[in-house]
């Protein structure tokens, strides 16, 4: 390798990137200067929560990948006189000054979202890493399950679990708080009735504090209209787990048609509202015709009239249409559509958003504005049902995964279809 291509393998990121999306830099050797480990560590005291944990899952990323790879990390401690370097404009107080002094001093590029420093890198012939593609692909791929195949016979995953099991916070599992980890068992196959290979035998799962790897907590649901609900599969652990979190405001399942995601979400809903946890259910959804299917038309009555044949994938768990108007007529189920909720405020509520494929960025945005104190949002949809191509472009599911190890959000991804065994031959198809 040349000198230049050695310079080239090293690219020098921004405080930003650290805090929003560290596990880009995988592919890239590291510089980390003296002024981005100040601002993280400022950081971790900020009064914005969300703020205070990124730094924390940046420094511990940062001391992982040390760990991991300590030749992939190269931290410059002291500054760069921005003044001498770069001319007189180019004040030492701002740190993008320091950054770009820095990398014109190395010879090292840049990687950044910032556009503004991505332009004052190149006007001194910097190269800049351009992320907005890889961010996107990262945004997009996410699941909330984080997957792993071993063979615990071998030496290498053998160590691996024996750590994992000893002190996990020591183990580089490159994970965001409230994603889960579900390890098998390569070595113990399982196969159907004709002999197909289905999947494996489970190791163990986990879920990631922002520190470690903890055990799932969660237990059976109960209220007087679904009964007693259990998960069925092991995802569906993490889906209980999940809507059992109290730290969690918004919670995302994700999954093909039959895998549960309405099922799961209304039992905890009718429990917590049996409970008293919650005053009422609010079902909100965007209607939106099923592809290449024919217009219904215009629709007679009132909201809850139009809304009604809408409204089936509650009406659906909760026991028919004669429960779901007993609750409706007590006032603890209300009908929204989308159009009717810019200005509400939802307080202790259960904010029900069900086929959230059909919704796009801006109803994201706007379904999370309303929700108030001591209120919940669940939403559930599968992205291989999306009807209008507008929406797969503008998702609201990306947008949503955005929000991915913030304490108050999380998501499960279900693959399973547990409907019966005829659904499952539409994944086929």
Same mark, same amino acid.
């Given at each position: 390798?040349?000198? $230049? ?11 930003? +990137?650290?805090? /929003?999306?560290?596990?880009?830099? &995988? ?10 480990? %100040? ?16 730094? %924390? #899952? ?46 014109? $001093? ?5 990687? /950044? ?18 992320? &907005? ?14 997957? @792993? ?21 020591? +183990? ?15 070595? $113990? ?9 289905? !999947? ?36 569906? %652990? ?10 969690? +405001? ?16 209304? =039992?905890? @809903? ?43 994938? #509650? ?43 059909? @919704?796009?960025? *801006?109803? =994201? ?12 949002? *669940? @939403?559930? !949809? ?20 955005? #929000? ?24 086929? #198809?």
């Amino acid at each position: 390798m040349t000198e $230049k291509q050695e310079r080239e393998a090293w690219v020098l990121p921004d405080t930003n +990137v650290l805090l /929003t999306n560290p596990s880009v830099l &995988d592919k890239f050797n590291i510089v980390i200067l003296g002024c981005v480990l %100040r601002e993280l560590e400022k950081h971790k005291s900020s009064n914005r929560k969300e703020l205070a944990y990124q730094s %924390r #899952l940046a420094t511990r990323y940062l001391k992982n990948r040390k760990l991991d790879n300590k030749e992939s990390v190269r931290f410059v401690a002291g500054d760069f006189d921005s003044e001498e370097i770069l001319g007189s404009d180019y004040h030492n107080e701002y740190f993008d000054n320091q950054i770009v002094a820095c990398c014109y $001093k190395l010879s090292v590029p840049l990687i /950044t979202y910032d556009v503004l420093l991505q332009f004052k890198a190149e006007s001194f012939d910097i190269p800049v890493v351009c992320l &907005d593609d890889e961010v996107e692909d990262d945004v997009t791929s996410y699941t909330g399950i984080k997957e @792993m195949y071993l063979k615990p016979s071998t030496e290498k995953d053998s160590k691996f679990l024996a750590d994992i099991y000893e002190d996990s916070s020591l +183990v580089p599992l490159n994970m965001v708080l409230g994603e889960y980890l579900l390890l098998w068992n390569e070595e $113990k196959p399982e196969y159907n009735d004709e002999g197909d290979l289905i !999947g494996y035998e489970v190791i163990d799962t986990f879920k990631y504090d922002g520190h470690g790897l903890v055990k799932l907590k969660y237990r059976p649901t109960k209220d007087m209209f679904m009964g007693t609900t259990k998960p069925i599969n092991v995802k569906q %652990r993490f889906a209980f787990d999940m809507m059992q979190n109290k730290d969690v +405001v918004g919670s995302l399942i994700l999954g093909n048609a039959g895998s549960g995601k309405d099922h799961i979400q209304a =039992a905890h @809903m009718m429990e917590k509202l049996q409970k008293g946890e919650i005053d009422k259910i609010v079902f909100v959804r965007n209607i939106q015709g099923l592809k290449d299917a024919g217009e219904t038309g215009y629709l007679p009555g009132t909201l809850e009239d139009k809304m009604s044949s809408w409204i089936f994938p #509650l009406s659906d768990q909760i026991g028919g249409q004669e429960a779901l108007e007993m609750l409706m007529n007590s006032g603890k189920i209300e009908i929204q559509h989308f159009e009717s909720i810019r200005g509400r405020s939802f307080k202790n509520c259960g904010v029900y958003c069900t086929e959230i494929q059909s @919704m796009t960025d *801006y109803h =994201a945005k706007v379904l999370i504005s309303r929700i108030g104190e001591g209120s919940y949002l *669940y @939403m559930n !949809g599968d992205v291989n049902q999306s009807d209008s191509d507008y929406n797969k472009h503008n998702s609201a599911i990306n947008t949503l995964k955005k #929000l991915k190890g913030n304490p108050m959000f999380s998501v499960v991804t279900l693959d399973k279809t547990e409907r019966s065994d005829f659904a499952t031959l539409a994944e086929l #198809l």
